[in-house]
């Protein structure tokens, strides 16, 4: 594993709108995704990776929003704010987002996803093409992946809350199985403060020590999208090869490929302006 890719800067900030304004008990009980929405324009959703959330895309979403896009930063199923359930898998990720765009009336779509993220908007994009318009998929393919999270999880696992640990003391236990600050800073982002002295992870970790292995699988190979897609990887990652491509035009025809020079697989947090620019030039 990789943990100096595992990055995030973004700060967060207040939304605009949250869910348009659905109170987050709600959310929970119908089973909506939380989000946070920032601008007006063409709706475009953006998808996080696996155990992110959507203040992993603030900064990028926000300046998106500036140029005239209504930008929905959705926390997707076990992670973040959005509902928890031990049911886990990218036909259900992608079926959630379905659910959200209808209860927010959402049509001509654009569509970015990361990692997990962009295996889920892969899907949806094959599912329900007549809904998306451009698809952006941020260094992931439709191929399986062998599972490389274990030495996380493990790390996750070791952290008693039952002691009513301070978040130093959560730190302490993931340093001692993830060496690298920024995937530390990253996975405790999804710290917070279920109540007064008693910290949890927003994400849904018993879900993840069943399910681990739904995160690698592939796209069936019987589905297919024929709209402008883009396939952004970072050049220091093997999320994407060269002998890649040919897989990923039989399954996206219309595909474009680009790499970030100097950028891993959190290629977004790396070098935030260049994903911007490739984003909005290909959006325009």
């Excluded at 892969?122 to 941020?138: E, G, R, V």
């Excluded at 920024?182 to 069943?210: D, H, I």
């Excluded at 292995?213 to 024929?226: K, Q, T």
């Excluded at 220091?236 to 474009?256: G, H, R, V, W």
Aim: charged residues 20%; contains cysteine; proline residues 5%.
């Amino acid at each position: 594993m990789h943990y100096n890719l595992l990055r995030d800067f973004a700060i967060a900030t207040s939304p605009k709108r949250i869910s348009a304004a659905i109170p987050y008990a709600l959310l929970k009980s119908q089973k909506m995704l939380y989000s946070k929405i920032e601008g007006s324009g063409k709706p475009l959703l953006i998808l996080h990776g696996f155990l992110g959330m959507s203040d992993n895309w603030k900064t990028i979403g926000v300046k998106l929003a500036e140029v005239g896009f209504e930008v929905h930063l959705l926390d997707l199923r076990n992670h973040g704010r959005s509902m928890q359930s031990l049911d886990f898998s990218y036909a259900l990720l992608a079926q959630d987002v379905y659910d959200y765009c209808v209860g927010h009336n959402l049509t001509n779509v654009d569509l970015i996803g990361h990692s997990m993220g962009g295996k889920t908007a892969m899907l949806f994009a094959t599912k329900y093409p007549d809904l998306i318009s451009k698809l952006i998929i941020a260094d992931i393919g439709p191929k399986f992946y062998p599972q490389h999270h274990q030495t996380i999880l493990a790390g996750l696992n070791a952290v008693n809350f039952a002691e009513k640990p301070s978040r130093s003391d959560v730190e302490a236990v993931l340093e001692s199985y993830i060496p690298d600050f920024g995937t530390r800073q990253f996975l405790m982002k999804s710290l917070y403060w279920q109540e007064p002295g008693q910290l949890a992870f927003r994400f849904n970790l018993a879900s993840f020590n069943q399910k681990l292995d739904e995160i690698g699988v592939a796209l069936p190979l019987d589905l297919s999208f024929e709209k402008p897609t883009l396939f952004i990887r970072g050049a220091n990652s093997n999320y994407i090869l060269d002998t890649d491509f040919d897989t990923i035009k039989k399954q996206f025809p219309l595909a474009e490929f680009e790499t970030i020079p100097n950028a891993g697989h959190w290629l977004h947090a790396e070098n935030p302006q260049m994903f911007y620019d490739l984003t909005l030039a290909f959006l325009k």
